[in-house]
Protein backbone atom coordinates (compact mmCIF):
# COMPACT_ATOMS: atom_id res chain seq x y z
CA UNK A 1 0.00 0.00 0.00
CA UNK A 2 1.67 3.12 -1.20
CA UNK A 3 1.89 5.81 1.57
CA UNK A 4 -1.04 9.07 1.13
CA UNK A 5 0.74 12.19 0.76
CA UNK A 6 -0.74 14.03 4.09
CA UNK A 7 -2.69 16.86 2.28
CA UNK A 8 -3.17 19.37 5.61
CA UNK A 9 0.62 19.82 5.13
CA UNK A 10 0.58 20.22 1.45
CA UNK A 11 -2.12 22.72 1.22
CA UNK A 12 -0.47 24.46 4.41
CA UNK A 13 2.99 24.23 2.06
CA UNK A 14 1.49 25.33 -0.60
CA UNK A 15 2.98 28.66 -2.61
CA UNK A 16 -0.26 30.27 -2.84
CA UNK A 17 -1.26 30.13 0.66
CA UNK A 18 2.55 31.01 1.69
CA UNK A 19 2.07 34.28 -0.27
CA UNK A 20 -0.89 34.76 1.35
CA UNK A 21 0.08 34.45 4.88
CA UNK A 22 2.79 36.97 4.00
CA UNK A 23 0.17 39.47 2.92
CA UNK A 24 -2.17 38.64 5.84
CA UNK A 25 0.59 39.46 8.12
CA UNK A 26 1.71 42.83 6.80
CA UNK A 27 -2.05 43.66 6.79
CA UNK A 28 -2.59 42.33 10.62
CA UNK A 29 0.52 44.64 11.84
CA UNK A 30 -1.13 47.79 10.00
CA UNK A 31 -4.51 46.93 11.00
CA UNK A 32 -3.69 46.23 14.76
CA UNK A 33 -1.62 49.81 14.40
CA UNK A 34 -4.72 51.80 13.70
CA UNK A 35 -7.22 50.58 15.69
CA UNK A 36 -9.08 46.90 16.25
CA UNK A 37 -7.61 43.51 15.71
CA UNK A 38 -10.34 42.91 13.02
CA UNK A 39 -7.87 42.59 10.33
CA UNK A 40 -6.22 39.57 11.98
CA UNK A 41 -9.40 38.11 13.25
CA UNK A 42 -10.74 37.77 9.37
CA UNK A 43 -6.92 36.58 8.55
CA UNK A 44 -7.53 33.80 10.91
CA UNK A 45 -10.75 33.00 9.66
CA UNK A 46 -9.80 32.86 5.98
CA UNK A 47 -6.63 30.64 6.38
CA UNK A 48 -8.53 28.36 8.83
CA UNK A 49 -11.14 27.84 6.45
CA UNK A 50 -8.75 27.00 3.97
CA UNK A 51 -7.02 24.82 5.44
CA UNK A 52 -10.39 23.17 6.23
CA UNK A 53 -11.81 23.21 2.86
CA UNK A 54 -8.66 22.95 0.22
CA UNK A 55 -7.43 19.52 1.37
CA UNK A 56 -10.76 17.73 0.78
CA UNK A 57 -11.28 18.97 -2.75
CA UNK A 58 -10.41 15.77 -5.25
CA UNK A 59 -8.57 18.28 -7.95
CA UNK A 60 -6.12 19.56 -4.64
CA UNK A 61 -5.76 16.08 -3.91
CA UNK A 62 -5.12 14.81 -7.30
CA UNK A 63 -2.60 17.52 -7.56
CA UNK A 64 -0.98 16.63 -4.33
CA UNK A 65 -0.77 12.84 -5.57
CA UNK A 66 0.78 14.05 -8.85
CA UNK A 67 3.83 15.89 -7.46
CA UNK A 68 4.46 13.40 -4.96
CA UNK A 69 4.62 10.51 -7.49
CA UNK A 70 6.91 13.26 -9.18
CA UNK A 71 9.39 13.07 -6.48
CA UNK A 72 9.18 9.50 -5.84
CA UNK A 73 10.29 8.69 -9.45
CA UNK A 74 13.49 11.09 -9.34
CA UNK A 75 14.20 9.94 -6.19
CA UNK A 76 13.51 6.18 -7.94
CA UNK A 77 15.56 7.07 -10.78
CA UNK A 78 18.74 8.13 -8.73
CA UNK A 79 18.67 5.48 -6.23
CA UNK A 80 18.61 3.02 -9.85
CA UNK A 81 21.27 5.27 -11.29
CA UNK A 82 23.51 4.53 -8.23
CA UNK A 83 23.18 1.11 -7.98
CA UNK A 84 23.43 0.22 -12.01
CA UNK A 85 26.58 2.30 -11.51
CA UNK A 86 27.85 -0.48 -9.28
CA UNK A 87 26.72 -3.52 -11.17
CA UNK A 88 28.42 -5.16 -14.26
CA UNK A 89 27.17 -4.32 -17.49
CA UNK A 90 25.43 -7.25 -18.28
CA UNK A 91 23.25 -6.77 -14.83
CA UNK A 92 23.11 -2.80 -16.21
CA UNK A 93 21.56 -4.00 -18.79
CA UNK A 94 19.22 -6.16 -17.87
CA UNK A 95 18.50 -3.80 -15.20
CA UNK A 96 17.59 -1.28 -18.06
CA UNK A 97 15.19 -4.15 -19.53
CA UNK A 98 13.10 -4.68 -16.33
CA UNK A 99 12.67 -0.88 -15.98
CA UNK A 100 11.72 -0.27 -19.61
CA UNK A 101 9.23 -2.68 -19.33
CA UNK A 102 7.63 -1.16 -16.30
CA UNK A 103 7.16 2.17 -18.24
CA UNK A 104 5.54 0.16 -21.31
CA UNK A 105 3.35 -1.42 -19.06
CA UNK A 106 2.18 1.85 -17.27
CA UNK A 107 1.76 3.27 -20.59
CA UNK A 108 -0.34 0.67 -21.89
CA UNK A 109 -2.44 0.68 -18.38
CA UNK A 110 -2.95 4.70 -19.83
CA UNK A 111 -4.30 3.57 -22.33
CA UNK A 112 -7.74 1.24 -21.09
CA UNK A 113 -10.71 2.51 -19.00
CA UNK A 114 -10.81 4.00 -15.68
CA UNK A 115 -7.06 4.78 -16.50
CA UNK A 116 -6.14 7.08 -13.49
CA UNK A 117 -7.03 4.20 -10.79
CA UNK A 118 -5.51 1.39 -12.42
CA UNK A 119 -2.32 3.48 -12.84
CA UNK A 120 -2.25 3.80 -9.39
CA UNK A 121 -3.05 0.61 -8.08
CA UNK A 122 -0.57 -1.06 -10.52
CA UNK A 123 2.95 1.78 -10.13
CA UNK A 124 3.02 -0.16 -6.86
CA UNK A 125 3.21 -3.56 -7.47
CA UNK A 126 5.47 -2.99 -10.63
CA UNK A 127 7.54 -0.92 -8.49
CA UNK A 128 7.85 -3.73 -5.76
CA UNK A 129 9.00 -6.42 -8.67
CA UNK A 130 11.94 -3.62 -10.12
CA UNK A 131 12.74 -3.46 -6.47
CA UNK A 132 12.69 -7.38 -5.79
CA UNK A 133 14.37 -7.95 -9.62
CA UNK A 134 17.47 -4.99 -8.39
CA UNK A 135 17.82 -6.56 -5.36
CA UNK A 136 17.74 -10.41 -6.89
CA UNK A 137 20.61 -8.67 -9.62
CA UNK A 138 22.81 -6.82 -7.41
CA UNK A 139 23.36 -10.32 -5.41
CA UNK A 140 23.58 -12.44 -8.37
CA UNK A 141 26.50 -10.07 -9.51
CA UNK A 142 27.82 -10.33 -6.28
CA UNK A 143 28.55 -13.44 -6.11
CA UNK A 144 30.91 -15.41 -8.57
CA UNK A 145 30.87 -19.13 -8.74
CA UNK A 146 31.91 -19.66 -12.50
CA UNK A 147 33.32 -23.35 -13.45
CA UNK A 148 37.30 -22.72 -13.34
CA UNK A 149 36.11 -22.19 -9.65
CA UNK A 150 34.38 -25.41 -9.21
CA UNK A 151 37.19 -27.38 -10.72
CA UNK A 152 39.59 -26.08 -8.42
CA UNK A 153 37.96 -27.08 -5.42
CA UNK A 154 37.13 -30.14 -6.66
CA UNK A 155 40.76 -30.62 -7.96
CA UNK A 156 42.23 -29.39 -4.12
CA UNK A 157 39.89 -32.43 -2.74
CA UNK A 158 41.03 -35.12 -5.29
CA UNK A 159 44.42 -34.30 -4.41
CA UNK A 160 43.88 -34.41 -0.67
CA UNK A 161 42.36 -37.37 -0.47
CA UNK A 162 45.08 -39.01 -2.61
CA UNK A 163 47.78 -37.68 0.20
CA UNK A 164 45.79 -38.46 3.03
CA UNK A 165 45.25 -42.32 1.57
CA UNK A 166 49.20 -42.38 1.33
CA UNK A 167 49.80 -41.75 4.54
CA UNK A 168 49.97 -44.18 7.51
CA UNK A 169 47.03 -44.62 9.39
CA UNK A 170 48.45 -43.35 12.37
CA UNK A 171 50.44 -40.35 11.91
CA UNK A 172 51.22 -36.61 12.66
CA UNK A 173 50.87 -35.77 8.80
CA UNK A 174 47.91 -37.67 8.09
CA UNK A 175 46.08 -35.89 10.96
CA UNK A 176 46.67 -32.81 9.19
CA UNK A 177 46.05 -33.58 5.74
CA UNK A 178 43.13 -35.28 7.10
CA UNK A 179 42.05 -31.97 8.90
CA UNK A 180 42.95 -29.72 5.26
CA UNK A 181 41.06 -31.91 3.55
CA UNK A 182 38.00 -31.70 5.88
CA UNK A 183 37.98 -28.16 5.25
CA UNK A 184 38.56 -28.69 1.54
CA UNK A 185 35.67 -30.74 1.58
CA UNK A 186 33.58 -28.11 3.32
CA UNK A 187 34.61 -24.97 0.75
CA UNK A 188 33.40 -27.19 -2.33
CA UNK A 189 29.98 -27.85 -0.72
CA UNK A 190 29.98 -24.33 0.47
CA UNK A 191 30.65 -23.15 -3.43
CA UNK A 192 28.12 -26.05 -4.80
CA UNK A 193 25.43 -24.61 -2.39
CA UNK A 194 26.35 -21.22 -3.72
CA UNK A 195 26.01 -22.01 -7.49
CA UNK A 196 22.73 -23.67 -6.63
CA UNK A 197 21.45 -20.52 -4.93
CA UNK A 198 23.03 -18.23 -7.58
CA UNK A 199 21.11 -20.60 -10.58
CA UNK A 200 17.73 -20.34 -8.76
CA UNK A 201 18.01 -16.67 -8.21
CA UNK A 202 19.37 -16.25 -11.81
CA UNK A 203 15.79 -18.05 -12.65
CA UNK A 204 13.38 -16.23 -10.79
CA UNK A 205 15.11 -13.18 -12.24
CA UNK A 206 14.49 -14.83 -15.62
CA UNK A 207 11.05 -14.96 -14.56
CA UNK A 208 10.38 -11.47 -14.09
CA UNK A 209 11.24 -10.74 -16.72
CA UNK A 210 9.16 -13.22 -18.71
CA UNK A 211 6.29 -12.31 -17.10
CA UNK A 212 7.17 -8.15 -17.58
CA UNK A 213 6.85 -9.13 -21.40
CA UNK A 214 4.24 -11.39 -21.18
CA UNK A 215 2.42 -8.69 -19.33
CA UNK A 216 3.85 -6.06 -21.41
CA UNK A 217 2.10 -8.07 -24.55
CA UNK A 218 -1.19 -8.12 -22.64
CA UNK A 219 -1.59 -4.56 -21.95
CA UNK A 220 -0.35 -3.59 -25.81
CA UNK A 221 -2.96 -5.95 -26.97
CA UNK A 222 -5.39 -4.07 -25.43
CA UNK A 223 -6.51 -7.18 -23.30
CA UNK A 224 -8.60 -6.47 -19.75
CA UNK A 225 -6.58 -4.93 -17.15
CA UNK A 226 -7.80 -7.49 -14.74
CA UNK A 227 -5.52 -9.96 -16.50
CA UNK A 228 -2.68 -8.02 -14.99
CA UNK A 229 -3.95 -9.34 -11.19
CA UNK A 230 -3.20 -12.61 -11.56
CA UNK A 231 -0.13 -12.80 -12.85
CA UNK A 232 1.40 -9.89 -10.98
CA UNK A 233 0.46 -11.71 -7.67
CA UNK A 234 1.31 -15.20 -9.23
CA UNK A 235 4.90 -13.38 -9.64
CA UNK A 236 5.04 -11.90 -6.46
CA UNK A 237 4.80 -15.27 -4.79
CA UNK A 238 7.40 -16.65 -6.89
CA UNK A 239 10.00 -13.72 -6.23
CA UNK A 240 9.16 -14.82 -2.17
CA UNK A 241 9.98 -17.81 -2.64
CA UNK A 242 13.35 -17.34 -4.04
CA UNK A 243 13.82 -15.09 -1.09
CA UNK A 244 16.04 -17.87 0.82
CA UNK A 245 18.64 -17.89 -2.23
CA UNK A 246 18.88 -14.31 -2.26
CA UNK A 247 19.26 -14.04 1.02
CA UNK A 248 22.36 -16.75 1.11
CA UNK A 249 23.79 -14.73 -2.16
CA UNK A 250 23.72 -11.94 -0.06
CA UNK A 251 25.34 -13.91 2.49
CA UNK A 252 28.15 -14.78 0.86
CA UNK A 253 28.63 -11.41 -0.91
CA UNK A 254 28.63 -10.31 2.76
CA UNK A 255 31.16 -12.64 3.83
CA UNK A 256 33.74 -12.13 0.38
CA UNK A 257 33.53 -8.72 1.58
CA UNK A 258 34.89 -9.31 4.90
CA UNK A 259 37.57 -11.82 4.03
CA UNK A 260 38.80 -9.11 1.48
CA UNK A 261 39.10 -6.53 3.86
CA UNK A 262 40.75 -9.03 6.37
CA UNK A 263 43.32 -9.53 3.86
CA UNK A 264 43.93 -5.91 2.91
CA UNK A 265 44.35 -4.89 6.28
CA UNK A 266 46.92 -7.78 6.66
Known sequence: MREKP????????????????????????????????????????????????????PAFRRACDREVEKKRARRRAVELEQIAARLSPNAKSRL??????REKI??????????????????????????????????????????????????????LRAEVAG?????????????????????LAAFAKLQDGREAAIAQLETVEDILQDLLAQGLAGRDAGAFAGRID???????????????????AETEAELAALKTSG
Do not use: M
Open 96 to 101: DGIVRA
Open 234 to 252: ALAAQIAAAGESVAELDRH
Open 106 to 159: LDSLRSLAEARSLEQQWTGRLDALVASALRILVAVDASRADERDRRFHQSEVKQ
Open 167 to 187: LPEVSAARAAKAQRLELAEKR
Open 6 to 57: NYLKEAAAHPWNRAALLAAAVASVVGLWQGPPWVLVACLAAEALYLLIVPLL
